[in-house]
């Protein structure tokens, strides 16, 4: 069973392209978190989702930045324009999404952005 | 969203030493998480508790699920120098749809 399937690795990005991070969840999962994080940080929440529904966006930059997990396929996260502040590594987390049995999330190995 | 307050941030300890951090919140969870991050990887599950009081062992790593349901404790008995990372808590909140929400780690450095 394979666990939590993030890429690229690594995205280098020059200052005003789009950057698109992808996040496979476990299978059987059906709920999707992102994270931010830079370095020596913690966690910062960005998007909850479940599939083709945002269930909670408070993390999420008002501009530039958008997530979608659509009901085929990997859940992507979304930054246009990007500028050197969104250097940072992006994870992604999964949990089942399914009452009493919705008990752990499980995390991905990240992205690493570098925005140049 | 919901805050979970991680202490201490960062320790510094001699290999040997046993280690002690807590998670605290202002709501209550049913369910709390620990996870390690090593260097340049993602977090890592390493105990789950579902239940108040609950006290699960993993190894070294002793975990419990507080009385209250708005805390939990992990400490680290006789640390070595893999022990270094990042620990983050999390807690689930069922009033929110079982989302969980994650603390801002603790940074542990053990000294060979």
């Known amino acids: 069973n394979a666990g939590v399937m993030q890429n690229p690795r690594h995205l280098v990005r020059r200052r005003g392209q789009e950057a698109r991070l992808r996040c496979s969840p476990m299978k059987g999962h059906s709920h999707v978190y992102w994270y931010r994080q830079l370095p020596e940080e913690g966690l910062k929440f960005m998007v909850y989702l479940q599939k083709e529904n945002i269930i909670d966006e408070s993390g999420m930059p008002k501009e530039r930045f958008s997530a979608e997990f659509p009901k085929e396929g990997p859940s992507i996260l979304r930054i246009q324009q990007v500028v050197r502040g969104d250097s940072a590594a992006y994870f992604c987390?999964?949990?089942?999404?399914?009452?009493?049995?919705?008990?752990?999330?499980?995390f991905g190995q990240g992205t690493r952005l570098t925005v140049v | 969203g919901q805050q979970l307050n991680q202490s201490p941030q960062s320790m510094f300890i001699q290999e040997g030493e046993d280690v002690s951090m807590n998670c605290t919140s202002s709501s209550i969870f049913n369910t709390w998480l620990w996870y390690k991050q090593d260097p340049g990887e993602g977090p890592v599950l390493l105990i789950a508790?579902?239940?108040?009081?609950e006290l699960t062992s993993n190894g070294r790593l002793t975990a419990q699920f507080g009385i209250t349901r708005k805390d939990s404790f992990l400490n680290i008995s006789a640390s070595i120098p893999s022990d270094v990372g990042i620990y983050f808590c999390a807690g689930q909140l069922r009033a929110t749809g079982n989302q969980f929400y994650f603390g801002t780690g603790t940074s542990l450095t053990v000294i060979p």
């Open positions: 508790l579902y239940k108040a009081g």
């Open positions: 987390a999964s949990s089942r999404g399914q009452g009493v049995w919705d008990t752990e999330a499980f």
